[in-house]
């Protein structure tokens, strides 16, 4: 057998007084778990340190068992704890040489270890593949919603530099009831389609930064804007009611073209709380239709409707349409922030339709 040449490690300081056989023992006392670090320290006339630091002293052991295919030389194994080698590398190039001989095996680790990377890159709140810049003149071009958001997102974390928003910050918080329907509509932020916005890093120039912050001109939207964006909200805001109140009775939602219709209308007339009122009887409509006639499918697809009729029914018989209250549903970052630092209207928002002469009665407001 042909004998590699070994590479002898420095000693430290530490172990300069003990010759090469005694730094042998030491290691094998330190490995073999029947004394105390103390008394090895004592048995050979040590100085006394942690633990962890006298793990560090110990000088690698040679590992004849592998020899570096680009060196060849005999491999060294490092001291991690007691009982507890590191796998051997190259004295001279640091490589690790581990040796596979199941190649599955192998591919299977290595896929581990990308995957165990990649996720421990997604976990890091500083790490960021994609980052947002938003100049003030990006932000003139942007709609009132993508406006809302980034107001939003910097009441709620922007960092004392007034400047970055680490986006991985946002999981905790709830920004918009729907929220596949806010990445949609983040598209045109930079935001690229099937991204979530979580994943993004956000450089907001300072000057917006403060806009957002003071929101003073209602950030430059017209009456219009914030009715549409009113609605928006709404909608977004009866539709999650509805799709909790029917996944409570085990019913499924599948019908967002119509319910975009019939709440489009309902929205003339009625607030949310007033939805969230009629919702929860249609639901319990739909529980009793689906008690008695056994069709799940009718049943879920009866809800919407119901809501509708139940609306165009109560006033015919004097009953009022009551408001309900947002209990488990609570409100977003996003609406937060449009009712009460934009419209500065607060709860009104949502036991009030909405409708321009709100807007316009606003004392709040500056009509331009
Ligand atoms: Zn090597």
Known sequence: MTKFPIVEPEVNDYLKSLS????????????????????????????????????????????????????????????LARNSKSVPFCPKCGEDLICYFNSIEYQRKMEFLKERELWQQKMDPDYYEQEISVTKEKFETLSLFQKVFLGSIVQAIVEDDLFTIKGKLLKEFKLFPIPEELNEQLIELGITEGDDFTEYKYNIEKDVTKELLNCDNKLGSTLKQQLELWHVIAKAESKEYLIGEMEYSNFRYHHDNKFEEVFSILFQNHSVAQTFHLINKSVADACKLYAQRGNRYLSENSVIGACARMADYYPTRGWPILNYERRKYHQSLMSQYFFNRLLKIGNRGFYNTPTLELLLHNNFNIIE
Not at 44 to 72: A, R
């Open 20 to 79: 090469k056989e005694e730094i042998h023992e030491v290691i094998n006392h330190f490995h073999g778990r029947k004394l105390k670090i103390n008394q090895i320290i004592e048995m050979y006339k040590l100085e006394k340190i942690s633990i962890s630091t006298f793990v560090k002293t110990l000088p690698p052991v040679q590992h004849h068992d592998l020899i570096c295919p680009e060196c060849k030389v005999v491999s060294w194994k490092n001291h």
